[in-house]
């Protein structure tokens, strides 16, 4: 009897070394004595394993794009004499001091190409001007410039269980830089008959761009707005009523 009872203790410690070594084996050395040792418990091993770095953001839609109005007289008369003729430019002080007289010159400049690509001639300032054409420049900020901030941020976990203590730390690396303002840069323009003061054609552009971004200068966004507002001259998007300047 004696020898059957220590043959079952026997079996019986022989049971739990088993049970023992399988539940290291499945949960691994450093189960229950912090993070780093195999602890999959929560899910941390994929929430917090490597730092998440971002070097890029999406552009905003509006940025680089054009939107062009125009409309020309309801005189047929009128509209007969656009495109042709000499032609003078003149500009308005525009909105703002950010306006300054060098600006004006460079619109103004982009306005004399656009109109000796449609037809006119601006090379002989003697001879008489039947029409004018009348700039103004205005600016808008659509979005507000970017504070500056860290490029590194993160957050930290801690969950503690039967077994031990787990813990993450999720990092986050951003290396874009804060993005300047969006504004909004708009060119009116109105070609008027001298004597009358008639308005024969109007129109403007827009177009918006990242403040003190280089690809977009101001010589840059007076040769895109001129340009689209004298694609195919004199032919516009309305019909506009009679009036005078």
Same mark, same amino acid.
């Given at each position: 009897?004696?020898k059957?009872?220590?043959?079952?203790?026997?079996?019986?410690?022989?049971?739990?070394?088993?049970?023992?070594?399988?539940?290291?084996?499945?949960?691994?050395?450093?189960?229950g004595?912090?993070?780093?040792?195999?602890?999959?418990?929560?899910?941390?091993?994929?929430?917090?394993?490597?730092?998440?770095?971002?070097?890029?953001?999406? /552009?905003? @839609? %509006?940025?680089?794009?054009?939107?062009?109005?125009?409309?020309? #007289?309801?005189?047929?008369?009128a &509209? $007969?004499?656009?495109?042709?003729?000499?032609?003078?430019?003149e500009?308005?002080?525009?909105?703002?001091?950010?306006?300054?007289?060098?600006?004006?010159?460079?619109f103004?400049?982009?306005?004399?190409?656009a109109?000796?690509?449609?037809?006119?001639?601006?090379?002989?300032?003697?001879?008489?001007?039947?029409?004018?054409?009348?700039? /103004?420049? @205005? %600016?808008?900020?659509?979005?507000?410039?970017?504070?500056?901030? #860290?490029?590194?941020?993160?957050? &930290? $976990?801690?969950e503690?269980?039967?077994?031990?203590?787990?813990?993450?730390?999720?990092?986050?690396?951003?290396?874009?830089k804060?993005?300047?303002?969006l504004?909004?840069?708009?060119?009116?323009?109105?070609?008027?008959?001298?004597?009358?003061?008639?308005?024969?054609?109007?129109?403007?552009?827009?177009?918006?761009?990242?403040?003190?971004?280089?690809?977009?200068?101001?010589?840059?966004?007076?040769?895109?707005?001129?340009?689209a507002?004298?694609?195919?001259?004199?032919k516009?998007?309305?019909?506009?009523?009679?009036?005078?300047?």
């Open positions: 009897m004696k059957l009872e220590g043959a079952a203790i026997a079996a019986g410690m022989a049971a739990m070394l088993l049970a023992s070594s399988t539940a290291q084996a499945q949960w691994g050395p450093g189960y004595r912090g993070w780093g040792g195999g602890y999959r418990g929560s899910g941390w091993g994929s929430s917090f394993d490597s730092p998440r770095i971002n070097n890029s953001r999406s /552009k905003d @839609s %509006r940025e680089g794009r054009v939107e062009v109005s125009r409309f020309v #007289s309801s005189d047929p008369a &509209a $007969a004499e656009l495109g042709k003729g000499p032609v003078s430019v500009s308005e002080s525009g909105d703002g001091p950010w306006v300054e007289a060098s600006m004006r010159r460079t103004e400049a982009a306005i004399v190409d109109l000796v690509g449609a037809g006119y001639d601006t090379l002989h300032p003697d001879v008489p001007q039947p029409q004018i054409t009348k700039l /103004k420049i @205005s %600016r808008q900020v659509l979005a507000p410039g970017e504070e500056k901030r #860290s490029p590194v941020s993160g957050t &930290a $976990a801690i503690t269980g039967t077994y031990g203590t787990g813990y993450g730390l999720g990092i986050n690396v951003d290396l874009t804060p993005r300047s303002a504004v909004s840069t708009r060119l009116d323009a109105r070609i008027v008959e001298k004597d009358s003061g008639k308005v024969l054609w109007e129109g403007y552009a827009t177009i918006a761009t990242r403040e003190g971004d280089d690809k977009w200068s101001n010589g840059m966004i007076a040769t895109k707005l001129a340009g507002l004298f694609d195919n001259f004199p516009a998007d309305a019909i506009a009523p009679a009036r005078e300047g």
